[in-house]
C-alpha cells in the first residue's frame, strides 16, 4: 500500500468513473473484517487510511468512565488512569493507541487489491447492464456461443456478455451451432447478483416488426406504420401496415422492388409466410383483410361484444379459417377481434 496505489485509485476514477473516496470506504470496511479475521475482535478498532500517501493503521479505541462505570478494560478505561495520559481528557472521551500489526502491511494489500478487483467486476456489470437495458425491445446480431446439453437453450453472445434464448423463444425446428450468426430481438433485461442477465427471443412478434423497420425505409422514416403483428413463429406471420401518405402504397413499400424487401425477412426467419395486409380504423374492413388470402363476401360486426360475423364463399371457407385453425386465429389476435366465420350456404342454412 503506497502512494502508486493511491494514484492508481485515481486512474480508476477516471477511466471507470469508480467514485474513489467512496472505493477507500469500502477498502477501510474490508481491512477492519481482515483484522477481526487474523487478529481477533475489531469491536473497538479503528482502521485509518491514509487517502494521500496509502499508509493504512490500526488503532484501538477505548471510552473514558467513571470508575464506577468501568465494566470493560478492554473497550473502557478509568477517568483518573487517561488523565495520567493526557490531563485534558473528560468522560465520555475517547482515546486511542495505535495496535498496527507488524504483518498487517501485507494483509491490507492483499484485501484492497481484492475490494479494488472486486469494484470493478461490478462496474463493468453496471455499465453492461445500462447498454443493454436502453436495447431493450431493439434489434441485434449475436452469435452463438454454444448450446445446452438438452438443446433446450441457446446462448448468444452480444459482445462482453452471453445473452440466453430459452426453448420458448425459439422459432421450433430452428436449429444453431456454435458460431452461426443470428438476428435476435431483445426481451428482458435483468439485473442480478451474477451481473446482468439478458434474455433474448426470435419468435417474438416484435421480432418481425423490426426486421421489417431494418428493411424498410418508409417503415423507419415513420411513413408506413406497422399498426400490429400476430404471430406463430416458423409457421405464418400477419401483419397489418398504414400509410401516412396517399402517395405510398404500404403492402408495396413492404414487399419492395421485385419482392426484394419481404424475402429478406422471409429468409432471415426460416421461410416463415408472412401475411401483409392494410390496416383499417373501420372494423369490417380491418377484419375482412385479415382473413387475407380469403375473400369475404360480407362481414357483421358488432362493437359492444368487438366480435364479427364474416361470411365467406363455399369454396373459401377452409382457406379462411386456415389449417388446424391457424388462419382465423391469427386474424383474430391481429385484429384483437372474436371472429365468427360462416360459407354462405351454412348461413343460408341457418336462415
Known sequence: MNHEFI??????????????????????????????????????VRIDFNRERGDVKVYSQRRVVDESDLYDN???????????????????????????????????????????????????????????????????????????DN????????????????????????????????KVYILEVKKTNKGPQIVVSRSHPNLVKRLFESEVPEIFQGIVQIKSVSR?????????????????????????????RVKYVVDELGGEKIDIINYSENPAEFVSASLSPSKVVKVEV????????????????????GKAGQNARLAAKLTNWKIDIKSESQLNDEE
Open 302 to 321: 358488432n362493437e359492444d361484444e368487438k366480435s364479427a360475423l364474416v361470411v365467406v364463399p363455399d369454396y373459401q371457407l377452409s382457406l379462411a379459417i
Open 151 to 182: 438443446k433446450k437453450i441457446v446462448y448468444v453472445r452480444l459482445g462482453k456478455i452471453e445473452a440466453s434464448m430459452p426453448e420458448t423463444e425459439q422459432i421450433p425446428g430452428e436449429y444453431f451451432k456454435a458460431g452461426d450468426k443470428i
Open 7 to 44: 494514484e492508481a485509485l485515481d486512474e480508476l476514477e477516471k477511466d471507470r468513473g469508480i467514485d474513489k473516496d467512496v472505493l477507500i470506504d469500502t477498502i477501510e470496511q474490508a481491512l477492519l473484517t481482515a483484522y477481526k479475521k487474523n487478529f481477533g475482535s475489531a469491536q473497538n
Open 232 to 260: 406463430e413463429a416458423g409457421s405464418r406471420t400477419k401483419m397489418a401496415v398504414h400509410s401516412i401518405d396517399e402517395k405510398i402504397d404500404p403492402i408495396g413499400a413492404c414487399v419492395g422492388p421485385k419482392g426484394t
Open 74 to 148: 478492554f473497550l473502557e478505561i478509568e477517568l483518573d488512569e487517561a488523565r495520567q495520559i493526557n490531563p485534558k481528557y473528560e468522560l465520555g472521551d475517547i482515546i486511542e493507541n495505535e495496535v498496527t500489526p507488524k504483518d498487517f502491511g501485507r494483509i491490507a494489500a492483499q484485501t484492497a487489491k481484492q475490494v479494488v478487483v472486486q469494484r470493478i467486476r461490478e462496474a463493468e456489470r453496471e455499465i453492461i447492464y445500462n447498454e443493454f437495458i436502453e436495447k431493450e425491445g431493439e434489434l441485434v446480431t449475436g452469435e452463438v456461443a454454444r448450446v445446452s
